[in-house]
């Protein structure tokens, strides 16, 4: 069993101490063999990636998508309302999410195939098979391999096959930049362009990190708004409750429940040859959920003073879609806060808790995953 450094103030200090506890270590090793960047390197081969990346994730870019997010939102609501009822994920969520991605790199060409996807790109081939990839996900967690792993790199890799051919090809042959993957191919860290393996490595945090996290956030406010309209009504109330209300949300759900970190000691030699075992990991719901630092920390609460959570990381390799999930967030609220009046819950959603352990040795009840929310409108 792999140590996991727990509660507020221990892992914060961890995340930002990357010299004891380095990011230079390749993640998803069962379906990945290159490091996904600017996530898995130190400083300061980290900071180069980082800053490269910088023009996608700035404010100034993203808010001018503000509307476009926002109008999205509004389509994918309006055709729902003639059927009286649907799945909060699959029908609302997801697509939104995914319409928001195909914006925010320009390629709306992708919709379809990254819809196929469903909410993680490394569950890809099972969800497209249908099976339930949260049943296998459980049962690898509790260390059951009699039933195989939903988890697989092939969907993805065929993509940034294809993707990244045409996009070397055009910067090459010196083209316009198109899109995403043209800005990609076309990056030149320390006067030297980036190979392929770093095109996937960043191509993987753009298509992965912002995915599976912005839809258990988008998906938490709609559970919680359905049944606490009180909570719906502060937020209308002023444009300035919106930021509060999604850090809360974001502190409460911590949808990046942990990340791995490898101690300094044993961060030599090449991926295969590192023993995994000495890695440890940074545990983010034991730190969001401490109750030394959160008063009442299993309770949503809009209006928490001081909400110093660290839900989008700390230090070194804090969250660099920060901007993007509050944009985002927003954009949906506003579509969706004149019409959660009149939606109920059709059934009870089916949501799966675990009990998260804390740095006291005491647990506490932390939603896990939103599997199906049904609603009536
Ligand atoms: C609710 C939404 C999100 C949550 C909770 C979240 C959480 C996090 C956390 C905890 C980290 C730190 C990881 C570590 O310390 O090892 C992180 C890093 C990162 N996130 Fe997010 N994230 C979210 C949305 C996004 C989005 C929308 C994108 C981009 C499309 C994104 C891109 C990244 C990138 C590139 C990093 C790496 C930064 C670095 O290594 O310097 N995230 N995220």
């Not at 198109?178 to 800005?183: A, H, L, M, T, V």
């Not at 030699?269 to 969001?288: C, H, I, M, P, Q």
């Not at 949503?300 to 230090?315: K, L, V, Y």
Request: proline share 6%.
């Amino acid at each position: 069993m792999r140590k996991e450094i727990r509660g507020y103030n221990e892992v914060r200090e961890a995340a930002r101490d990357w010299e004891s506890y380095s990011s230079d270590l390749l993640g998803d090793r069962d379906v990945r063999d290159y490091r996904q960047l600017p996530l898995e390197a130190d400083p300061p081969r980290h900071t180069k990636f980082r800053m490269a990346l910088n023009p996608i994730f700035s404010p100034s870019a993203l808010r001018p998508l503000a509307p476009d997010f926002e109008a999205l939102a509004k389509r994918l609501i309006d055709k729902l309302k003639p059927k009286g009822g649907f799945e909060v994920l699959e029908d609302l969520v997801i697509p939104y999410v995914i319409g928001c991605l195909t914006i925010i790199y320009k390629r709306p060409q992708d919709y379809d195939e990254w819809r196929s996807w469903g909410p993680d790109v490394w569950n890809a081939a099972a969800y497209q098979r249908g099976e339930d990839v949260h049943a296998a996900e459980i049962a690898h967690r509790n260390r059951d391999f009699s039933v195989a792993s939903p988890r697989s790199g092939e969907v993805l890799q065929a993509y940034l096959d294809t993707v990244f051919d045409e996009a070397e090809a055009r910067v090459a042959a010196a083209e316009e930049e198109r899109d995403i993957w043209d800005f990609v191919a076309g990056l030149v860290i320390d006067e030297t362009p980036v190979n392929r393996a770093e095109m996937q490595g960043i191509a993987n945090v753009l298509l992965a990190g912002g995915r599976d996290t912005v839809i258990k956030l988008l998906a938490g406010f709609i559970w919680h708004l359905t049944q606490t309209s009180g909570d719906a009504d502060f937020i209308r109330e002023n444009e300035e409750h919106f930021r509060p209300a999604i850090q809360e949300m974001a502190r409460y759900l911590t949808p990046l429940p942990r990340m791995e970190r490898v101690p300094r000691e044993y961060a030599v030699g090449n991926d295969a040859s590192r023993d995994t075992e000495k890695y440890v990991l940074l545990g983010f719901v034991s730190a969001n959920h401490d109750r030394e630092r959160f008063e009442n920390p299993e309770t949503i609460n809009f209006q928490r003073e001081r909400n110093a959570h660290i839900a989008f990381g700390f230090g070194p390799h804090s969250c660099l879609g920060q901007n993007i999930t509050e944009i985002e967030t927003i954009a949906f609220l506003k579509a969706v806060l004149p019409e959660i009046q009149s939606w109920s819950f059709a059934e009870n959603p089916d949501l799966s808790w675990v009990d998260e352990p804390l740095s006291d040795g005491s647990t506490i009840k932390y939603l896990d995953k939103f599997k199906k929310i049904r609603v009536n409108l």
